[in-house]
């Protein structure tokens, strides 16, 4: 497996709470080198691009409104295999189906304020990085 990114994101939920540094700790005991970050308060508009995939859900509102209502940071992430070695340290979607360890586990909040997001295949990394990074903040 050659080297791979993925790109993340810190939640609302984790600005607001003071748990910047404590997702970033967990992210890097998992491995994965934190090669670009910044910390944003995303459009509603924004918000509607990145998740546009979402758009037919009944959640993409609530969803939309959150992720712009306070601060994110937003991150690359590189590792051997690094979108599924994100996903796996993430655990799952809803906080009360994540396993033990995992930052949903640890710190979400409900299945909309699940503390991070991680991009799901090398396509939509790549899209969402580009969303959000020009090629010269990501230093590997
Ligand atoms: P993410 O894309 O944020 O990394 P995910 O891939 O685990 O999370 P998705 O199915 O892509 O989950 O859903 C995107 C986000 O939408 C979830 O992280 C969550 O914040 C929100 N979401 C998903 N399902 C629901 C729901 N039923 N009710 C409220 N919010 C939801
Ligand atoms: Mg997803």
Do not use: C, W
């Not at 037919?56 to 306070?70: C, I, N, Y």
Request: hydrophobic content about 45%; proline content about 4%.
């Amino acid at each position: 497996m050659t080297t791979q990114r993925t790109f993340s994101i810190l939640k609302p939920d984790v600005t607001q709470r003071n748990l910047t540094g404590a997702v970033n700790a967990k992210i890097e005991a998992a491995g994965l080198r934190i090669i670009a970050q910044k910390r944003i308060h995303m459009s509603l508009k924004q918000a509607e691009t990145f998740y546009a995939v979402h758009s037919a859900r009944p959640f993409f509102g609530e969803l939309t409104q959150m992720m712009s209502a306070a601060p994110v940071v937003v991150q690359v992430l590189e590792a051997d295999n690094a979108i599924a070695r994100y996903r796996e340290v993430m655990g799952a979607t809803n906080p009360a189906n994540a396993a033990p360890g995992t930052i949903r586990k640890e710190f979400a909040v409900s299945m909309g304020e699940n503390s991070v997001h991680g991009s799901d295949a090398e396509e939509t990394a790549a899209i969402e990085i580009a969303q959000f990074f020009a090629g010269n903040e990501i230093v590997g």
